[in-house]
């Protein structure tokens, strides 16, 4: 064969594509590992900042590990359920929400009457992760939230303090919203307005609203109120659906309630 012919140069071409095509695959089963430590580590890093409880050298899986406890709740009736019945086990920390919201057993279809923020199924059970300190009196409760934005599903964390009310923290650990515009959700700036806000009236009814614009001095629920992003309204209106939706009856209403009577002690 000629140096320089065609079914040469095919030849090469296809010997190349398949020793790349061998490198890729094994570099991408050979990291998987790695990745799915990572993908842990990064969830934890963001339960602890939703905790209040990140500070720059600070040993993640440690500081995890002896301040916060881990439960999960049935949404239907706000109960602790000690062992969720999923083949192979799940832990509050590897939690799949869209698995687990896809599976007949583990999910359930939503109305979309019922489905403000656009999931279309959720799971029968979510984490909700409790901060204790170090008497283990419970002092920040971190409820995962998921809801649509613009262009994509958002996965963030919801802290509160213990009077069940009052919002500390929002923040998303994934989405992909647009740099600049929606991906402003991420800016530390906007989530700082969330901190002290009521997500709750006196009546118990959810108050908490993302205004388009940002809130007046003479605003009456101006506690409830958090300002707007500009070029943003579409992403912040979603996230302002996603925190109504998990607050509500559909979403960790039933756990509150139960909460704010037995207390936050985790049962496992
Ligand atoms: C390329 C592109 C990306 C955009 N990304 C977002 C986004 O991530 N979130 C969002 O709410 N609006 C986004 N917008 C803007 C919306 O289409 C819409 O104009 C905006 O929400 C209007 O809100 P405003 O009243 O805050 O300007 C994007 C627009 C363009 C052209």
């Given amino acids: 064969m000629a140096s320089d012919s065609k079914s040469r140069i095919l030849l090469v071409a296809l010997a190349v594509c398949a020793v790349c095509a061998v490198l890729v695959s094994v570099a991408a089963v050979g990291l998987k590992p790695r990745q799915e430590v ?44 000690e062992k969720p019945d999923v083949p192979g086990g799940v832990t509050p920390e590897a939690f799949d929400f869209q698995r687990l919201a896809m599976r007949a057993g583990t999910g359930r279809a939503l109305a979309p009457a019922e489905d403000p923020s656009g999931l279309k199924r959720i799971p029968r059970f979510m984490p909700v992760f409790v901060v204790e300190d170090d008497a283990e009196k419970p002092v920040r409760l971190i409820l995962p939230v998921v809801g649509k934005g613009l262009w994509s599903t958002l996965y963030g964390f919801l802290a509160m303090d213990p009077d069940l009310r009052t ?20 800016n530390p700036r906007w989530q700082e307005k ?75």
């Fill in 38 to 81: 990572n993908q842990r580590m990064d969830k934890l890093r963001n339960i602890l900042d939703a905790g209040g409880l990140l500070s720059p050298g600070v040993d993640v899986a440690d500081t995890y590990n002896r301040s916060v406890r881990a439960g999960f709740v049935r949404l239907s009736d706000g109960s602790w359920l």
């Fill in 194 to 268: 969330w901190d002290g806000k009521l997500a709750f009236g006196e009546d118990g009814r959810i108050r908490i609203a993302v205004l388009h614009g940002s809130v007046q001095a003479d605003d009456p629920l101006a506690r409830h109120h958090v300002d707007g992003i500009s070029g943003a309204t579409k992403t912040t209106q979603g996230v302002q659906s996603m925190v109504r939706f998990w607050l509500g009856g559909n979403g960790y209403g039933p756990f509150l309630s139960h909460a704010a009577k037995e207390g936050l002690h985790v049962t496992r």
């Fill in 167 to 186: 919002i500390r923290r929002l923040i998303f650990y994934d989405h992909g919203e647009t740099p600049g515009l929606g991906g402003e959700i991420d």
